[in-house]
Nanobody, 123 residues
Framework: QVQLVESGGGSVQAGGSLRLSCAAS????????MGWFRQAPGKEREFVAA????????KYPDSVKGRFTISRDNAKNWAYLQMNSLRPEDTAVYYC????????????????WGQGTQVTVSS
């Protein structure tokens, strides 16, 4: 089992950057692939990024590809989401999650979730 806590959210103007962090408890962090999802008001939660256990392979939807970068530090039990060139449509609550799959964009394949951190992008 792993517990996840996100941080780093906040308010930023369009074109700005934020770095989200996800702290994981337990000694099994490296056995999980990690993902980031987001949920805007009135919308379903959507996939943002995923990374394999080693950090060697990443996955993004077209909406964030080239702007967002997911990474992880297995020695310190952290996962990160670097977000550049932010847009108002990126405004949402961002969640990190852990999965037993190799890598996944599917919400139901993630067993553990953080509480979320708010990101607000103003125009």
């Amino acid at each position: 089992q792993v517990q996840l806590v996100e941080s780093g959210g906040g308010s930023v103007q369009a074109g700005g950057s934020l770095r989200l962090s996800c702290a994981a408890s337990g000694r099994t962090f490296s056995t999980y692939s990690m993902g980031w999802f987001r949920q805007a008001p009135g919308k379903e939660r959507e996939f943002v990024a995923a990374v394999t256990r080693s950090g060697g392979i990443t996955k993004y939807p077209d909406s964030v590809k080239g702007r967002f970068t997911i990474s992880r530090d297995n020695a310190k039990n952290w996962a990160y989401l670097q977000m550049n060139s932010l847009r108002p449509e990126d405004t949402a609550v961002y969640y990190c999650a852990a999965s037993r799959t190799i890598i996944s964009a599917r919400e139901y394949e993630y067993a553990y979730w953080g509480q979320g951190t708010q990101v607000t992008v103003s125009s």
